[in-house]
């Protein structure tokens, strides 16, 4: 069994996971990535907004929110409110305009907060699954002790290149909410 490949598969999903949610927290300009985890109640049942409705960007602080069936609009929009994303709703029609004002320093100094709770999250899972992966090692008796020793230190230099990709990425998002 090849551990450390099964070790970096998991840490490379670890720092995926760790983008992902960081792409959630807005900075300067809106994404449709901002929409991620709003969920809307409609067809008696609960799903992400980009399962009823597409989203585009209009403006650096503008996004489009147009429903695949109009009639969820109003659910559409409970959806969007129940997020707290700190925007203004405009409907226009069938389509939902949603007017994100810039961010206060009050407001910029929250998201890096959640930006620093995101990647400490994502450093833990990291260490995590470095210790699973030593566990595992240092229970397989088909390695002799050299080999486990190697295995341990290749692991080891695995979780230090991933947590400076993390660190990186919390670095380049507080550089991106600092930006006006």
């Known amino acids: 069994m090849d551990y450390l490949t099964e070790c970096n598969g998991k840490m490379d999903k ?3 996971s760790l983008k992902d949610s960081l792409g959630t927290l807005r900075a300067g300009r809106v994404s449709p990535a901002l929409l991620d985890r709003v969920m809307v109640n409609c067809y008696d ?6 399962h009823v409705a597409s989203v585009v960007v209009l403006a ?3 996004l489009q929110v147009k429903p695949f069936d109009p009639s969820t609009v109003k659910e559409i929009i409970g959806g969007i409110n129940k997020a707290d994303l700190g925007c203004n709703v405009v409907v226009n029609g069938g389509t939902i305009i949603l007017k994100f004002p810039a961010p206060s320093e009050d407001r ?4 890096i907060k959640q930006a620093r709770k995101y990647a400490e999250d994502g450093k833990v899972a990291l260490r995590n699954i470095r210790k699973d992966y030593n566990n595992k090692v240092k229970k397989d008796e088909t390695l002799s002790e ?3 020793h190697d295995t341990l230190d290749e692991i080891q230099k695995s979780t230090d290149e991933h947590t400076v990709t993390a660190d990186k990425l919390l670095t ?4 991106d909410i600092e930006t006006i």
């Not at 910029?108 to 998201?111: A, G, I, K, V």
Request: charged share 30%; no cysteine; glycine share 0%.
């Open 14 to 16: 670890s720092i995926e």
């Open 45 to 50: 049942s609960n799903m992400p907004l980009k």
């Open 60 to 62: 650096a602080t503008d």
């Open 108 to 111: 910029r100094q929250e998201l």
């Open 146 to 148: 050299d080999m486990q």
């Open 172 to 175: 380049a998002k507080i550089n």
